[in-house]
């Protein structure tokens, strides 16, 4: 199976999985800063409430003290700034904005945020 590139896994409308702390991305990128609540992370190498992982076909995101399944029937989403795996990240037109969105049965929705969304950077 080939790898998704973030901006393929959001063109075909892509659904990521999460399993009570774990955010399964169907996408092998890197994760340059979190938004979760008002809580922004970006140092995930000494961060203790994140850990980013990547295998071949996936990014998974840990978020250690927060149950998922409690964002369900929520207005509330993890924003994440994203790149390709092997993007230049000093370029910020390689920067991706989206936004993940917990639903039921394990699903995360993925999408890029429109004009009125309010995304700190």
């Known amino acids: 199976m080939q790898t998704l590139t ?3 896994a959001v063109r075909n409308n ?7 702390n ?10 340059l800063k979190l938004i979760i ?6 140092d ?17 995101i840990y978020l250690r003290g ?3 399944d409690k964002f369900i029937d929520s207005y509330k989403t993890i924003k994440l700034v994203c790149a390709e795996w092997d993007a ?11 936004i993940c969105k917990i639903q039921d049965q394990h699903c995360v929705m993925i999408s ?3 004009e009125n969304t309010l995304f700190i950077e």
């Open 66 to 68: 927060i149950r998922l």
């Open 88 to 98: 230049d990240l000093t370029d910020a037109s390689n920067h991706i904005k989206l």
């Open 6 to 8: 973030i901006a393929e």
């Open 44 to 60: 995930f190498a000494y961060d203790e409430d994140i850990e980013v992982s990547q295998d071949p076909q996936n990014t998974s």
């Open 22 to 31: 774990r955010i399964i991305l169907p996408f092998k990128g890197q994760v």
């Open 37 to 42: 609540h008002d809580d922004i992370h970006i």
């Open 112 to 114: 890029k945020p429109d």
């Open 14 to 20: 892509r659904k990521g999985f999460y399993l009570y």
